[in-house]
Structure formats: structure tokens, C-alpha cells
């Protein structure tokens, strides 16, 4: 691995590790500070998920911000990236989530690893987490296609914060942030046997966005996340 790919999994890695801290710390912090109003739990995760969003991704963006391998896979089907670079940095994602996830279990007194409980399936569901990624992946390339790299931040993390609250799946809209928070039977957990299909969703999703952004900006010079555009 050479010097620049390895800055980019690291970003990847740690990006994707604060993000599920996010995630799921906070769904935990908002069901022992308000127990009793599952809708002030869900804002209050809701907030705390697309802050955090927006500051990791001003952090990071210089070096790699996807945190997320829909996103990381689209890059590569536009031909932003190599293959051998786009497993590289699932992998980092992939591990982040489980060393977050692990990470946010730990700080609130609770075992490293719990199995969640909660079930997530069902068409609405299903439904949701397509509209979920959809949306996310256009809503970057559409900002990157036309040269507007600088407001990625902002527009993800708003989105992730509404799509909380519009998909019937609360968003989860990431591979990666949905295999590790099976890791945490909290508020933001899910079940094992809810998983696959939510991953499938959302590369559903993803290549639903993919198609748009050929379709939307079929003349846009590409960018890549991690580049400000000339």
C-alpha cells in the first residue's frame, strides 16, 4: 500500500469510526436522558448524526471522506478511483464502523460487543433504505458534478438529518455504519437477519443514483471526493 493510499484508508477508517460513535453513542445517551419519548430520542440522534457528518467530512475531506461503500463504489464506477484503492478503503470503513461501534459501547459502561435485537425488515423498510442511499449519492456527485465540493459537508449532513425522519428506515443509508451497529443491542441497533437486506437496499439505491447522475450531468467533469475542483 503506498503512502497516499494508506492516508486515505486511515481517513476512511477513523472517519467511519467517529461516525458510528456518533450513531450509535448518542442513540444511547438519548434513551437514558429522555427514556420515556422515543420521538425526542430520534431527534436527538438525528442532530448529533448529521453534526457530526458535517464536521468529519470538513475534517477529512481533504484527505478522504466517503466513509460509506455505496459512496465508495460509485467513485469507482465513474472511474475516480482504482479497484484495488476502492477495496482498500471499504475495508478501513468496515473496520472503522466495528472499532466505533466497539468504542461507543465502552464509553457508556456497556459490553465492547452486544448482538442487537432489534428487528428492521419489511417492505416500507426496504422501501426506505433505497430512498435513503438514492438520495445521499446524488446529493454528492450531484454537488461534485457541478463544481460545488466545498458545500458537501453541509448538504450531506442536512440530508442524513432529514432522511432520518422522511424514510421509514430512519436512514441508515451505509454498509459499512449498518454492519457495526449490529454490534450494539441499543437504540440504533439491528438485528443480524436484518442486515442483509438493508445492505442490498442500499446498493439498490446506489445504483438507482448512479444512473440519475449520468443522467442529470451527462457532460459534468468528475471529481473526486477527496479533491477540490480545478
Same mark, same amino acid.
Given at each position: 500500500?503506498?503512502?497516499?493510499?494508506?492516508?486515505?484508508?486511515?481517513?476512511?477508517?477513523?472517519?467511519?469510526?467517529?461516525?458510528?460513535?456518533?450513531?450509535?453513542?448518542?442513540?444511547?445517551?438519548?434513551?437514558?436522558?429522555?427514556?420515556?419519548?422515543?420521538?425526542?430520542?430520534?431527534?436527538?440522534?438525528?442532530? &448529533?448524526? $448529521?453534526? %457530526? #457528518?458535517?464536521? +468529519?467530512?470538513?475534517? *477529512?475531506?481533504? =484527505? /478522504?471522506? !466517503?466513509?460509506?461503500?455505496?459512496?465508495?463504489?460509485?467513485?469507482?464506477?465513474?472511474?475516480?478511483?482504482?479497484?484495488?484503492?476502492?477495496?482498500?478503503?471499504?475495508?478501513?470503513?468496515?473496520?472503522?464502523? &466495528?472499532? $466505533?461501534? %466497539? #468504542?461507543?459501547? +465502552?464509553?457508556?459502561? *456497556?459490553?465492547? =460487543? /452486544?448482538? !442487537?435485537?432489534?428487528?428492521?425488515?419489511?417492505?416500507?423498510?426496504?422501501?426506505?433504505?433505497?430512498?435513503?442511499?438514492?438520495?445521499?449519492?446524488?446529493?454528492?456527485?450531484?454537488?461534485?458534478?457541478?463544481?460545488?465540493?466545498?458545500?458537501?459537508?453541509?448538504?450531506?449532513?442536512?440530508?442524513?438529518?432529514?432522511?432520518?425522519?422522511?424514510?421509514?428506515?430512519?436512514?441508515?443509508?451505509?454498509?459499512?455504519?449498518?454492519?457495526?451497529?449490529?454490534?450494539?443491542?441499543?437504540?440504533?441497533?439491528?438485528?443480524?437477519?436484518?442486515?442483509?437486506?438493508?445492505?442490498?437496499?442500499?446498493?439498490?439505491?446506489?445504483?438507482?443514483?448512479?444512473?440519475?447522475?449520468?443522467?442529470?450531468?451527462?457532460?459534468?467533469?468528475?471529481?473526486?471526493?477527496?479533491?477540490?475542483?480545478?
Amino acid at each position: 500500500m503506498n503512502g497516499d493510499l494508506g492516508r486515505k484508508v486511515a481517513a476512511e477508517l477513523l472517519g467511519t469510526a467517529f461516525l458510528v460513535m456518533a450513531v450509535v453513542g448518542s442513540g444511547i445517551a438519548a434513551e437514558r436522558l429522555s427514556p420515556d419519548d422515543v420521538g425526542l430520542q430520534l431527534l436527538e440522534n438525528s442532530l &448529533i448524526t $448529521g453534526a %457530526a #457528518l458535517v464536521a +468529519l467530512i470538513l475534517a *477529512l475531506q481533504p =484527505v /478522504s471522506a !466517503a466513509f460509506n461503500p455505496v459512496v465508495t463504489l460509485v467513485e469507482r464506477a465513474l472511474g475516480l478511483i482504482r479497484t484495488t484503492d476502492a477495496a482498500a478503503m471499504i475495508a478501513g470503513q468496515l473496520v472503522g464502523g &466495528i472499532l $466505533g461501534v %466497539a #468504542l461507543a459501547n +465502552l464509553m457508556f459502561g *456497556l459490553d465492547a =460487543v /452486544s448482538i !442487537a435485537s432489534k428487528e428492521r425488515a419489511g417492505a416500507g423498510l426496504w422501501l426506505g433504505e433505497v430512498i435513503a442511499a438514492l438520495g445521499l449519492v446524488l446529493i454528492i456527485f450531484g454537488s461534485l458534478r457541478s463544481n460545488r465540493s466545498d458545500t458537501i459537508a453541509f448538504a450531506v449532513g442536512g440530508y442524513i438529518t432529514a432522511a432520518y425522519w422522511f424514510t421509514s428506515s430512519t436512514s441508515f443509508a451505509n454498509p459499512a455504519v449498518t454492519v457495526a451497529r449490529m454490534f450494539s443491542d441499543t437504540f440504533a441497533g439491528i438485528a443480524p437477519s436484518s442486515v442483509p437486506m438493508f445492505v442490498v437496499m442500499q446498493l439498490v439505491g446506489g445504483a438507482l443514483a448512479l444512473g440519475l447522475v449520468h443522467l442529470l450531468y451527462p457532460t459534468a467533469v468528475p471529481v473526486p471526493i477527496h479533491e477540490e475542483p480545478r
